[in-house]
């Protein structure tokens, strides 16, 4: 008789173990599945931006062209200028990349106006700076190669 206790208690001491390990794998299986619900969210959240982003770049860089200034623009703001410059110019920009490595948003814009012909009183003017600050800016940014 005192097998047939010891066995029942093994057995019961086993199907709590197992059940522990069910709920355990329940709670890991539910976690898993509100990540995966969070990243579908963001990745839906991230392609109806980036046609806003795309937009909105186009009408900074359109701001400039047209004879407008960043000065009062934020680091945002140079990050999607860049995203859509690197579409409409993605030539010159992926020469100013193979040049100058991963420059920060402002400097890609002035090497950028620079490959497109405007002179340092042009890009003064766009940046609110006087062309002796644009020359300087110019020079402290270091080729990859010399």
């Known amino acids: 008789m005192s097998e047939k206790t010891e066995e029942l208690q093994t057995t019961s001491t086993e199907l709590k173990l197992a059940k522990a390990q069910i709920k355990s794998l329940k709670k890991e299986s539910a976690k898993k599945s509100d990540r995966i619900e969070r990243l579908n969210n963001d990745i ?13 770049g186009k009408e900074l860089y359109h701001h ?10 934020t680091k945002q703001d140079y ?7 690197k579409i409409e110019f993605a030539e010159t920009m992926a020469e100013i990349e193979r040049c100058y490595g991963n420059i920060a948003p402002r400097k890609q814009l002035i090497m950028l106006l620079q ?6 009183a ?17 020079a402290r940014i270091t080729p990859l190669t010399k």
């Not at 400039?64 to 623009?73: H, L």
């Not at 990050?79 to 410059?85: D, K, N």
């Not at 003017?125 to 062309?131: A, C, D, H, K, P």
């Open 122 to 138: 042009a890009i003064g003017r766009v940046l609110g700076i006087n062309s002796d600050s644009v020359r300087k800016n110019i």
């Open 115 to 120: 490959h497109l012909n405007y002179d340092y």
């Open 64 to 73: 400039i062209k047209n004879g407008g200034t960043t000065v009062t623009w």
């Open 79 to 85: 990050e999607l200028c860049m995203a859509y410059c």
């Open 44 to 56: 839906m959240v991230a392609s109806q931006s980036s046609a806003a982003n795309a937009q909105c």
